[in-house]
C-alpha cells in the first residue's frame, strides 16, 4: 500500500458535500461542591460555558481537520443559537453556501452540563419535525448546485427530520449519475430509504432498530448474517458496522473482516461517530481497500474518544498513530 504520509496528503485534493442535521453543542463546566437544599440534586457553581459545532457540523469540521474541504448542505433556523451556528461556521473557515433558513425550526441545541470531568446532565431544545416540502425543495437545489463540484457526498443524519425519503433518492441518483460514492452515518428514521449507497455506516443500536432483527456483537456469525441481510435488503455495496469495545466490522469490494478496538481510556464517546463517517468517507472517495478504511476509521473514532465533549480529530495525532502501527 501507499504510506499514510500519502493517503494524508491526497485528502487536501477532496472536497465533501455533508448533507444533514447542524447543531450546536454547547456546554457548562462548573464543579460540584454541595447539595441543594431544595432537592437532593448536586449545585454546579458555572466555570465556564463552551459552544461548538455539532452534528454534521462536526462532520464539517472533522473533515476540515483532516485537510479536505468540506460543503455542508443543512437547514438552520434565524433565531439566535442560529445567529451563534452561521457565526461559529464563519470562525472555522466553513462555507454557508448550502445552509437553508427555516422559519418554523428552531436551531437544534444539545446542552451537556459537565462536572468533574461527568456529565450530570443534558438539556435538549430541538424539533424532530419532517422538513416541509418547500423546504427539501430548496435543500436538492444546493445539493444540485454542488454536488458536482465534490468528490464524495456524507449523509449525517441525527432523526431531526432534516434528510427525508425523497432528498435521498434524489441525491442518490444525482450522485450516481456522476459517479460519486456516497457514504451513509444513518438513524432509525429513515434507515431503509438509504438504498445504492457505497459505504453504509451503523452502529448495533442502529442495526437493531433499523433491521428490527437481535445481534450479538461478540458473535462474528451474527454479526455477518446482519450484515448480509442489510445489503440484500437495501442493494448498498458496502457496509461498515462499528461496533464500540467489539472493533469494526467491514463488508466492501469483497472483503469481509472483522478488526478489534484500540484498547484506550474512555472519556467521551459523543462524536465519535462523526469522526468515523468523515474518515471513511475521504478513505472511500480515494478508493482505498476495504481493510484501511476500518482501519484508519476505527482508529479516529477511538482517538476523539480520549477527550471530553465533542471535537473534531487532530490529524497530526491520527497520522502519527497510523504510520506507528503500520
Not at 467489539?246 to 462524536?271: F, M, N, T, W
Request: proline share 4%; net charge negative.
Amino acid at each position: 500500500m501507499q504510506s499514510w504520509a500519502d493517503v494524508f496528503g491526497r485528502f487536501s485534493k477532496l472536497r465533501v458535500l455533508i448533507i444533514g442535521d447542524v447543531m450546536i453543542d454547547a456546554y457548562i463546566w462548573g464543579v460540584v461542591e454541595r447539595i441543594s437544599p431544595e432537592a437532593p440534586v448536586p449545585v454546579i457553581h458555572v466555570t465556564r460555558r463552551d459552544w461548538r459545532l455539532g452534528g454534521a457540523a462536526n462532520v464539517a469540521l472533522n473533515v476540515l481537520s483532516l485537510g479536505a474541504t468540506p460543503v455542508l448542505c443543512a437547514l438552520a433556523a434565524p433565531d439566535e443559537n442560529g445567529k451563534r451556528l452561521m457565526q461559529l461556521l464563519k470562525e472555522k473557515n466553513l462555507s454557508q453556501e448550502g445552509i437553508v433558513m427555516s422559519s418554523i425550526r428552531p436551531t437544534t441545541v444539545k446542552e451537556r452540563v459537565i462536572a468533574a470531568h461527568q456529565h450530570v446532565v443534558r438539556i435538549d431544545d430541538e424539533s424532530d419535525q419532517v422538513a416541509t416540502a418547500a423546504e427539501s425543495k430548496d435543500l436538492l437545489a444546493r445539493v444540485t448546485q454542488l454536488i458536482g463540484q465534490c468528490d464524495v457526498v456524507i449523509f449525517e443524519d441525527y432523526d431531526k427530520g432534516v434528510i427525508t425519503p425523497e432528498l435521498i433518492a434524489s441525491t442518490v441518483q444525482l450522485a450516481n449519475a456522476r459517479n460519486i460514492p456516497v457514504v451513509v452515518d444513518p438513524k432509525k428514521r429513515n434507515f431503509l430509504h438509504y438504498k445504492g449507497v457505497t459505504l453504509f455506516k451503523p452502529n448495533v443500536k442502529e442495526m437493531r432498530e433499523g433491521l428490527k432483527i437481535d445481534l450479538d456483537p461478540r458473535d462474528l456469525g451474527s454479526i455477518r448474517s446482519a450484515v448480509q441481510q442489510l445489503k440484500h435488503r437495501m442493494d448498498v455495496e458496502g457496509v461498515m458496522l462499528t461496533m464500540s469495545e467489539h472493533g469494526v466490522y467491514i463488508d466492501h469490494d469483497g472483503v469481509e473482516q472483522l478488526l478489534p478496538a484500540h484498547k484506550r481510556e474512555i472519556a467521551d464517546v459523543s462524536g465519535a461517530g462523526d469522526t468515523v463517517v468523515s474518515i471513511a468517507a475521504l478513505c472511500v472517495a480515494l478508493k482505498l481497500p476495504a481493510k484501511e478504511v476500518a482501519y484508519l476509521s476505527n482508529l479516529g473514532g477511538g482517538l476523539v474518544c480520549q477527550h471530553v465533549g465533542v471535537v473534531p480529530i487532530d490529524r497530526k495525532e491520527l497520522l502519527d498513530e497510523a504510520m506507528a502501527a503500520s
